[in-house]
């Protein structure tokens, strides 16, 4: 029985063996790398059109995290980004200044924002290079635990890398199958099947730094760097543990363990301080599955056959939160150690609901396209579906015809459109004023010649006569709409205008209280004004299209009432906890080209109570909390602040709104970022930076077009000439970096990577830095991160100077 115990171990041990075999063969094929040979370092300088498709908001479910903190603590942020389906929901959690504060789950539409940003309420993430730059934005009500109370959080800055992103599963290992083959040692094929499945995902971890600007309720910003992990991976797992750390020398570590169908799958490896990416295996499960517990204070990994212990020296501080689709975070945070050197630890698990929730619904947002001869109707009523479509009627009437279909606690005065079909039919018949059109969209004319173009434009346009079919056209569904005793307002509707990002707000033309037969000759003028110098020149600032077309809207007035504007945030300082509302009795043209000065009140969000009116006020209480309510309503709706137009009826205080657009200008960068935005990262804050003599070679600050291109042209090129290196990162310089729009040389990396070299004879320090600058503690940590010199190192570079000469 013995004998046949021991041939029943050796052979299982043969097929593992075997196995281990398959497997290499297998991963070794299967390995993907951004990072390149030194050869290929030309390579490295373009972005590959792969990098934005894979930092492009993807199709399938995913989950996004930014975790970072400062080497003592202090403060830390943790960003959760988790797409499931249509639906977008975030976690904020930021702990800073003895405040831990949080921002509970916010759902909001994938399709919010742009392929390239995630935006849901206050947070807004920002893809601008592909794993070279990211912009991070918060400015919302956040919640502070120790108090329970609402305070209002900012946080701008830019993520950027301290390494090139990894595939994560790129190390993975026959190790990491280890429970799998305990379970079943002789399933091969379903072993290879599933490491082959691992190594084709998309899943994706980069370290980096995220340099930002913090203040809380108005306080003096704080601007710290911020060092962590960012992963994004797909949303398709049971339960997964993962544990990372990013230290005080530059030495990073990451290992996860994740529960799959068929098992669960460990894997680990380390980003040392020298850039060079090595396994990782966990020896001591335990002291990481029990880290709340504080069961073991040494965390025992294995890389390279080396130990590599991580001691725990401060107990984990933990929170919890659900997701709406049923899944438990738990996330832990606590300072460690190795050698002499701390660190911060992440410790997050995620466990998926057994009953596979589906992705909370949200409520819809008309939106329609026009098809077919939905596009050539030169008059829409606001009820018609088409005119929905802002391509063809412009975004006054497209969000009229969108607040029309969803009016809930308010009224949308009746009217029409003049679409952009009868505006095209227009010029057609006038050919002048097309050739004008034409001219003015050469894209190699200057504003003094845009200006003068327009202003013919505009002149032809005003002088022009409308057909009678359109006229007649126009009066005949006013009639139908509203009647024709009537008075109406007729106000311009441009494509492109009253975007989220910028607003071409009170710049075209509006005229209130015109009668029926003056309505085709305002609509001329309307369309006029489009071309005004105003106008042009605005677009051509902000490189807008300088002549798109135009929509007209016409609407029936409300006579006898108080006009307004409504921000569901403060439009000064974007505080998202006030309702601001400026109102006055008569036109609200009036008050929005600030003509009249409107009576004031501030409504707390929340609950509606009064924080500041103006004494006497032309608003009762009953329509005030009217337009509270339509405040939560449509901010709510529309997923953002929102900028709505209303007049409120004397005798009945019925609300009638006449516009909704997004507040602009929230996403607008701050001084701060425009002054760090091309700031390269720091790997640790013990890097040493000279500008040598590049001063006097480039004495002018550097422009962004030179960051994006030379840079990166001349970092690959320095740092390919290093003996030492064998790769040449493509997301993270090495050598040289850029700081104020100065750049300046990385003295470490240059000289500490040949420590041993440098600390023998300082005179290639001397000669780049003019003077010694490496410290005692820098040759320290030079030793740590960087491995020794090949014995044979001289010899080397004697052979590789003789074979240049």
Known sequence: QMHSTQLSEYFTLFVLSIYSLIFRIITHVKKRSFTPHKNSFIGTIKILPEEWELERKQEKDEWLVIDATTVCGDTCLFISVHAKGECLETYVHLRTGGHTLVCPSTLARKSAGTESIFLAGPLRLEMREPFRRWRVQYKGMMTD????????????????????????????????????????????????????????????????????????????????????????????????????????????????????????????????????????????????????????????????????????????????????????????????????????????????????????????????????????????????????????????????????????????????????????????????????????????????????????????????????????????????????????????????????????????????????????????????????????????????????????????????????????CDPVRGDPSKVVINAFKGKGEDIVSGTVTPDTVVLRKADGIVIEQSDPCCLSTIARNRLHSAALYLEGLFGGPQDVEFIVNLESDDINAVQSRDVTGRERESDFELRTEFNSSNLTDHECYTMANVGEVMPEPVTPLFVSTTTKLYDSCIMAENEVLTRCNRHYALGVSIFHHRTVLNHGEMFLRMWEQTEKDRIGEIALGGQELFTKEMFEMGKQRYDPLHKLFPLFRIAKVLYVL
């Open 145 to 568: 635990e120790s108090t329970g109370k609402q305070v209002f959080v900012t946080l701008a800055g830019w993520w950027k890398p301290t390494s090139d992103a990894k595939w994560r599963y790129n190390f993975v290992d026959s190790p990491s199958l280890e429970d799998q083959l305990a379970s079943r040692p002789f399933c091969l094929v379903k072993h290879a099947r599933t490491a082959k499945n691992l190594l084709d995902t998309s899943d994706l971890v980069q370290w980096g730094e995220l340099h930002c600007e913090i203040s809380i309720d108005g306080e003096d910003s704080k601007e710290v760097r911020l060092r962590g992990l960012r992963s994004r991976y797909s949303d398709v797992v049971l339960q997964e543990q993962q544990f990372s750390v990013y230290f005080d020398h530059g030495d990073r570590v990451l290992w996860s363990r994740r529960h799959c169908e068929k098992g669960p799958i460990t894997h680990g490896f380390i980003a040392r301080g020298d850039q060079k990416i090595v396994p990782l295996h966990l020896t001591n499960k335990d002291s990481v599955y029990e880290l709340n517990y504080g069961d073991s204070d040494i965390i025992n990994f294995e890389q390279m056959n080396l130990p590599y212990a991580v001691s725990k020296i401060s107990p984990p501080v933990t929170f919890t939160y659900p997701t709406a689709t049923g899944e438990s975070v738990s996330v832990s945070r606590l300072t460690v150690r190795h050698l002499k050197y701390d660190g911060q630890a992440i410790f997050i698990q995620r466990i998926a609901s057994y009953a596979n929730k589906a992705a909370p619904s949200l409520p819809a947002i008309p939106e329609y396209i026009a098809h077919g001869d939905e596009r050539d109707m030169p008059v829409l009523r606001f009820s018609h579906r088409a005119c929905q479509d802002s391509s063809i009627t412009g975004g006054k009437a497209a969000n009229l015809a969108r607040l029309t279909s969803i009016a809930k606690g308010f009224i949308v005065p009746r009217g029409i459109c003049v679409t952009t079909a009868a505006f095209e039919a227009h010029l057609e018949a006038h050919a002048n004023i097309k050739k004008l059109i034409e001219k003015l969209g050469n894209q190699g004319n200057d504003l003094e010649t845009c200006i003068h173009l327009g202003e013919q434009i505009g002149a032809g346009l005003c002088g022009s006569i409308m057909s009678e079919q359109l006229k007649e056209e126009i009066r005949e569904t006013l009639n139908n709409e509203t009647g024709l005793e009537t008075r109406f307002a007729v106000r311009s509707s441009a494509v492109g205008e009253d975007g989220a990002e910028l607003s071409s707000a009170g710049q075209l033309e509006s005229y209130m209280e015109v009668e029926i037969d003056d309505v085709a000759e305002k609509v001329l003028m309307c369309w006029a004004s489009n071309y005004r110098r105003e106008c042009i020149s605005y677009r051509k600032q902000y490189g807008q299209p300088i002549n798109p077309s135009m929509g007209v809207v016409v609407q029936r007035m409300i006579e006898n009432g108080v006009a307004g504007v409504m921000f569901t």
